[in-house]
């Protein structure tokens, strides 16, 4: 009897072993795939960057030629060929992003949105040459046919990998004046003329082909009217720029909580839902003085000069010293010497002065602009934080956009875990989400907030705390 008793608490013992072994399995399994968002859209510049990106997921905006490639190295991600079937122009022609130009003005110029008077309707007259063109009318049923069969064929022919697409221009928050959608029902006319184009759109590529809409502004009703119909969004500019002149705190704030409200839609929908924060691109705008009209500069490594066409020294700022490493110390050095500076970057005070793209020799003349090659830590912690508050499995973030070089910090790889519950507004305009490893912080007011970790989240910044997981092991 003592022998098959101690059989059987041997047995008991080895079952919850395995128990806890199975468990244990189940709760990695788990917490890898909760580790797996929210993703990241990194930007790359060269064929050999985006491999050191294998291992994190991708959202990719761009061409075809450049998401094949991305998709082969890693399939990890969203990759959308970007086209544009909202209007027509040189430029989306040429690179096939968008309809055939020539053969629409010569044959079907009735597709073209006409002004009462009968002159065409131009979008992009603001944007480079060859940019500017003529606005289709997508409440066109002939024209709809067409943009079909020629996204089709453009996008999903044998030779592509990628078999998903990005739409540019998805504005339908407004009418378009003196024309067929103007007037007193203009708005609204021209929101069923949309809404027609994304559902002849939807029907004929999903659920084969996911579509993804870039967004401009609108009220919630009208945004879930549309995005009902494709799978997803990219929403841009997050956030406007503390140094830019015209800030405006309370509108900064309205734009951060009408991310929110769609971002919260988007989860609770199953779509997609992108957010970029690109405003923090540049660094420097170097304008000439009466003082300084015949000036010059050069930045290399670690210096940069400011001389004249004699090569007569104005004066070198050193961006290693403590009077010029921050790009608004910077900027400061060179007002000394004569220049008109401005300061692009919306978190000048902390920038690294010393991340400004190398410059040979370049006349300044009245606007000459010293890039950042690296996006400051603090806008990409201010955009995550923000995208954390109420992201979801399907959403992405994105900093900086695909014509630029990746930017990277030791934040990207910290896991996240999984959601403890939703945001809270832990003081006026201060938000807090707790995650399973770690808490996000978003600073949303005019004043500073002292963090539980004794660190001060400035205005308008965001803040990660990393928690100490503690892993027991099964007895």
């Not at 096939?96 to 949105?113: N, Q, R, S, V």
């Not at 930045?299 to 290693?320: A, C, H, M, T, Y």
């Not at 900093?399 to 790889?413: F, L, S, T």
């Not at 600073?443 to 910044?461: A, I």
Request: proline letters at 6%; one cysteine or more.
């Amino acid at each position: 009897m003592a022998k098959i008793k101690w059989k059987r608490q041997k047995m008991v013992k080895i079952l919850c072993l395995m128990c806890s072994i199975i468990f244990g399995i189940n709760q990695n399994a788990m917490s890898a795939m909760a580790d797996n968002w929210p993703k990241f859209g990194l930007v790359y510049q060269t064929v050999k960057d985006y491999k050191t990106g294998s291992k994190r997921y991708i959202f990719y905006w761009g061409s075809q030629k450049v998401a094949s490639l991305f998709y082969a190295e890693n399939k990890r991600g969203i990759y959308l060929p970007n086209y544009n079937l909202i209007r027509i122009c040189p430029v989306f022609s040429r690179i096939k992003a968008g309809p055939d130009y020539e053969f629409i003005i010569k044959y079907h110029p009735e597709w073209l949105l006409k002004s009462n008077d009968g002159s065409f309707i131009i979008m992009g007259k603001d944007e480079p040459a060859g940019f500017a063109g003529f606005r289709l009318d997508l409440g066109n049923p002939q024209y709809n046919e067409y943009a079909i069969a020629w996204i089709k064929q453009q996008a999903f022919s044998g030779q592509h990998i990628v078999k998903d697409i990005g739409l540019d221009n998805g504005m339908f928050f407004y009418g378009i004046p003196n024309s067929k959608y103007g007037g007193a029902d203009g708005t609204q006319l021209y929101r069923a003329a949309w809404e027609y184009f994304l559902r002849r759109l939807s029907e004929s590529l999903r659920p084969q082909h996911k579509i993804v809409l870039n967004v401009g502004s609108s009220d919630l009703p009208t945004f879930a009217r549309m995005i009902r119909h494709v799978d997803g969004v990219l929403q841009e500019d997050l956030c406007h720029p503390l140094h830019k002149s015209g800030f405006n705190p309370e509108k900064a704030q309205q734009a951060i909580r009408d991310k929110w409200e769609k971002g919260q839609w988007c989860m609770e929908n199953g779509k997609i839902w992108a957010v970029r924060y690109n405003s923090t691109i540049n660094g420097l705008k170097l304008s000439t003085t009466p003082k300084t009209t015949d000036a010059y500069i050069s930045v290399g490594e670690r210096e940069i000069i400011v001389s004249n066409s004699k090569q007569e020294i104005f004066g070198k700022v050193n961006l290693d010293s403590p009077e010029a490493n921050t790009l608004s110390k910077a900027a400061q050095a060179l007002e000394e010497t004569g220049l008109r500076v401005e300061i692009l970057n919306p978190y000048g005070e902390t920038a690294s002065a010393g991340a400004l793209q190398p410059v040979k020799y370049a006349k300044i003349g009245d606007g000459l602009i010293l890039k950042l090659k690296q996006a400051p830590r603090e806008a990409f912690l201010f955009g995550y934080c923000a995208v954390l508050m109420v992201a979801g499995p399907n959403s992405y973030f994105i900093i900086g956009d695909e014509r630029h070089q990746e930017y990277y910090y030791p934040e990207m790889d910290w896991p996240v875990g999984s959601p403890l519950g939703p945001k809270k507004e832990i003081a006026p305009q201060v938000y807090h989400r707790a995650f399973t490893k770690l808490d996000a912080y978003l600073n949303l007011s005019e004043s500073p907030f002292l963090l539980p970790d004794g660190h001060t989240l400035l205005p308008f910044r965001g803040g990660l705390i990393k928690k100490v997981v503690t892993v027991q092991s099964p007895l």
